[in-house]
């Protein structure tokens, strides 16, 4: 009987000290187990209207700025507006017309545009509040541009192959009546919060000054510190940005973001996940699922090749709206898009130094988030 139970014993030993190795391995296996999620904390953030979403129309570039100057307006004078973009759309659509029949049809006449054309829009034909100006003449609830941009591009290359030696005097007419059927016609005055406006001055009413914001970018190219039209199908208006170094252009966004003012952000937005929201650029056999993985070294070099290559291209335009640090203190800027309230962040995005680094194609911001150095680089000190 003794005997028995003593080779029990040594059996239900045996199986202990095969299985504790196996135990162990596994405890060790779940220690080193990669975290399965970013933890963001802001750091800087500033204030913004709330998400929308610019539906099936190419004009991002509206959408990112707009959002940026009503911030700018909250910042400045405390007080939220809601702009039409569908206004500046129906006003650039006809601008880039005039501007394609002009150049006998060798220039760029789609949806895309730039920062600066919001801008341009403001100064020179004003502003309407969203609610009097929606732009949805057709029968939608979102914008979809297909069918009119269609119309307007029949129009323009039909006037320009049909010119035999001069242009009709009423093809604008024409062009501005497509424009009214679908976006509405625009009031010559209005009526917000009790008082009349024009666009004119309702854009003065809100005492924001074009004038006062700058453009950036960066390559080799072309001299640092000197303006150039940058080379890309949606400048249109061909309109010159100040360009640096790259390390500046990253400065110029630490600093305008850590004083509080956003930034209008035109991108190459290849790589960014929108549905969990983050863009890193993740080096060689790196795991891009893994917060901790190692990214790329981005150099100015690195971004010529890119730019050069139609690897970096003018892809969308998104508002810049604040700095975060991940669980590992890596820092992150926050991106408020236009494709509406979705994705893990309700519609805004964590790009990671480097993403930012390689995937910035230009950047618009007020002169007091320029540092002085660079200020004075440029001749605006």
């Known amino acids: 009987m003794n005997g028995t139970i003593n080779l029990r014993r040594n059996a239900g030993l045996m199986i202990l000290l095969l299985f504790l190795p196996l135990t162990l391995f596994a405890q060790k296996k779940d220690e080193a187990k990669p975290v399965e999620d970013y933890q963001f904390t802001v750091i800087k953030q500033a ?23 009503e911030s700018e307006i909250i910042r400045l004078h405390h007080d939220t507006v809601n702009l039409s973009e569908m206004f500046t759309v129906r006003h650039v659509l006809a601008d880039k017309a005039e501007n394609y029949v002009r150049f006998h049809g060798t220039v760029n006449f789609d949806q895309g545009g730039e920062q600066h054309d919001v801008l341009n829009c403001f100064r020179t034909y004003g502003a309407i509040p969203q609610d009097l100006y929606p732009g949805l003449n057709y029968g939608e ?26 242009l009709s005097p009423v093809w604008l007419k024409g062009f501005n009546g497509i424009l009214d059927a679908y976006f509405g016609k625009i009031p010559e005055n209005f009526t917000y919060k009790g008082q009349t406006f024009t666009p004119e ?24 510190y000197q303006p150039f039209v940058l080379e890309i199908p949606d400048n249109w208006a061909q309109q010159s940005l100040y360009n640096v170094p790259l390390d500046e252009l990253m400065e110029i966004m630490d600093y305008s973001l850590n004083k509080g003012i956003s930034i209008s952000w035109g991108a ?42 139609y690897q970096l291209t003018d892809d969308h335009c998104m508002h810049l709206v604040g ?18 309230a979705k994705g893990k962040y309700k519609g805004f995005s964590y790009m990671s130094e480097p993403f930012m680094r390689i995937r910035t194609m230009s950047i618009m911001v007020h002169k007091d988030g320029i540092p002085e150095s660079i200020a004075a680089k440029i001749g605006l000190k």
């Not at 609830?141 to 030696?165: P, R």
């Not at 700095?323 to 509406?340: M, R, V």
């Open 323 to 340: 700095i975060a640090h991940d669980q590992f203190g890596k820092k992150f800027y926050i991106e408020k898009n236009s494709w509406g």
């Open 201 to 224: 001055s309702f854009a003065q009413s809100l005492d924001f000054n074009p004038d006062d914001y700058v453009e950036f970018t960066s390559f080799t190219h072309h001299p640092f």
């Open 47 to 69: 204030a913004t209207t709330p998400v929308i979403s610019q539906g099936s129309s190419g004009t991002c570039w509206c959408f990112g700025t707009t959002s940026f100057v």
């Open 141 to 166: 609830d979102m914008h979809k541009h297909g069918e009119v941009m269609s119309e307007l591009q029949g129009v323009v290359q039909s006037v320009i192959k049909n010119k035999n030696g001069k």
């Open 268 to 309: 190459d937005i290849s790589g960014l996940n929108f549905a969990k929201g983050v863009a890193t650029v993740p080096a060689e056999g790196e795991d891009p699922k893994d917060p901790q993985h190692k990214e790329k070294t981005i150099t100015q070099q690195d971004r010529q090749k890119m730019f050069d290559t």
